[in-house]
């Protein structure tokens, strides 16, 4: 299986400061169709998740745009250029290139 | 809107079996894959299973390989997850996926259904 790695595991942040979450993949994402399958979801405390990015840098609809994704092969970033409140929670990476799909442990994003 | 409802969860002894269902509303659930993913308490997400529109095709993670059935009622637009000879390592938030198709990916998830195997 394909292992996703993502740093830090703990992000304090302070509200309004940029944070970017980091995502590394044991092997390229890139698949033969020509695409990245790299997703993003955040996981608000005691909800679901709900997905933020598809594709690498593909926005959900409804999701803010100080959220972005970046990246390519093994190594991809989840941005917030300012960080809010409602932004506290942990975001999970996962890739969809290689079967099975597989995620990331979690980045923790709190407020310091 | 799209909607899934995920139910059937509990408390289940080792060696136990429960089925979990999935009511989807709010769009064509014939025309889509769907996916069972699960979160042990304060663990990560792990896929377990998915299974294509038309119930022909069905994948699942090595763990549950043998012991889960993952089967569907496209005219009850449900989605199911039979669970047989469980474990403690099976006790997880369980959660059902709608496949964004083309784009590998999960686009809409339940809000959950706990099952706790235990004695």
């Known amino acids: 299986d394909v292992l996703v790695t993502q740093s830090p595991l703990s992000l304090p942040v302070t509200l309004g400061q940029p944070a970017s979450i980091s995502c590394r993949s044991s092997?390229?994402?890139?698949?033969?169709?020509?695409?990245?399958?790299l997703n993003w979801f955040q996981q608000r405390p005691g909800q679901s998740p709900r997905r933020l990015i598809y594709?690498?840098?593909d926005r959900d609809s409804g999701v803010p745009d100080r959220f972005s994704g970046s990246g390519s092969g093994t190594d991809f970033t989840l941005k917030i250029s300012r960080v809010e409140a409602e932004d506290v929670g942990v975001y999970y990476c996962?890739?969809?290139?290689?079967?099975?799909?597989?995620f990331g442990q979690g980045t923790k994003v709190e407020i310091k | 809107e799209v909607q899934l409802v995920e139910s059937g969860g509990g408390l289940v002894q080792p060696g136990g079996s429960l089925r979990l269902s999935c009511a989807a509303s709010?769009?064509?659930?014939?025309?889509?894959?769907m996916h069972w993913v699960r979160q042990a308490p304060g663990k990560g997400l792990v896929w377990v299973s998915r299974?294509?529109?038309?119930?022909?095709?069905?994948h699942y993670a090595d763990s549950v390989k043998g012991r889960f059935t993952i089967s569907r009622d496209n005219a009850k637009n449900t989605l199911y997850l039979q669970m047989n000879s469980l474990r403690g390592e099976d006790t997880a938030m369980y959660y059902c996926?709608?496949?964004?198709?083309?784009?590998?990916?999960?686009?809409?998830w339940g809000q959950g259904i706990l099952v706790t195997v235990s004695s």
């Open positions: 996926g709608r496949d964004h198709g083309g784009y590998n990916s999960i686009d809409y």
């Open positions: 709010g769009f064509t659930f014939s025309g889509y894959w």
């Open positions: 299974i294509s529109g038309d119930a022909r095709k069905t």
């Open positions: 092997q390229s994402l890139a698949h033969s169709d020509g695409n990245t399958y």
């Open positions: 594709k690498v840098s």
């Open positions: 996962m890739q969809g290139t290689h079967w099975p799909w597989t």
